[in-house]
């Protein structure tokens, strides 16, 4: 799931839009990567103001999905190295 870094309107509607995903039964044993993006830009908020606008550590106490986080530059591909090696070890024996 990702997430603009630099705008925290959008931040904040982004979060709506996972809560709801969350409590989807179909995704209830899904394992969650939340991506911060464009860490690039000069006005992006750091991780934790980031975590705290979104209120992330109550999101993680109530979700029942395992729920992993990483700042990334999609246009630099900054951290992108990071969420394929999530992939790969999250997926590892599933296919």
Known sequence: FMMDASDPTQ???SCVQLL???SAEQLAKASVLILFNKID???YMSTE???SLIRLPDIIACAKQDITTAEISARKGTGLAG???WLQATHRGNG
């Open 20 to 22: 709801g995903l969350l």
């Open 41 to 43: 830009l000069p006005c």
């Open 49 to 51: 103001e980031m975590k």
């Open 83 to 85: 969420v394929l090696g």
């Open 11 to 13: 931040l904040s509607a």
